[in-house]
């Protein structure tokens, strides 16, 4: 089984920069698809970002041309990079991997069954 941990949050100003990374551990051959999901106070988990094993990548409307995803095979890690941050993006993100052969929508929950603990982002005015 896969294991997923999330690191990078942090707390910062509206404008500034966090670099979220996901590192997975165990057997990662049958992971065909990795994902970051948010969750903010009150709120659904949305999804923000995923990423194939070619490395196209699916972005939110809410984020897109703001953050970038990215993965580094040889050290089975996936990053978000999350620039010009705004008090809407606070929230705990989390890290998500699919072991399925064909995702339909991969900024849906339901795709994912592999989750780790989340990382706090918040984003102050």
């Known amino acids: 089984q896969v294991q997923l941990v999330e690191s990078g949050g942090g707390s910062v100003q509206s404008g500034g920069s966090l670099r979220l990374s996901c590192a997975a551990s165990?057997?990662?051959?049958?992971?065909?698809?990795m994902a970051w999901f948010r969750q903010a106070p009150g709120k659904e988990r949305e999804g923000v970002a995923a990423?194939?094993?070619?490395?196209?990548?699916s972005y939110a409307h809410s984020v897109s041309g703001r953050f970038t995803i990215s993965q580094d095979k040889a050290k089975n890690t996936v990053y978000l990079q999350t620039n010009s941050l705004k008090p809407e993006d606070t929230a705990t993100y989390f890290c998500?991997?699919?072991?399925?052969?064909?995702?339909?929508?991969?900024?849906?929950?339901?795709?994912?069954?592999?989750w780790g603990q989340g990382t706090q982002v918040t984003v102050s005015s």
């Open positions: 165990g057997d990662t051959y049958g992971s065909y698809l």
């Open positions: 990423i194939d094993r070619a490395d196209s990548p």
């Open positions: 998500a991997a699919s072991t399925k052969n064909v995702v339909v929508s991969p900024l849906e929950e339901y795709e994912y069954k592999i």
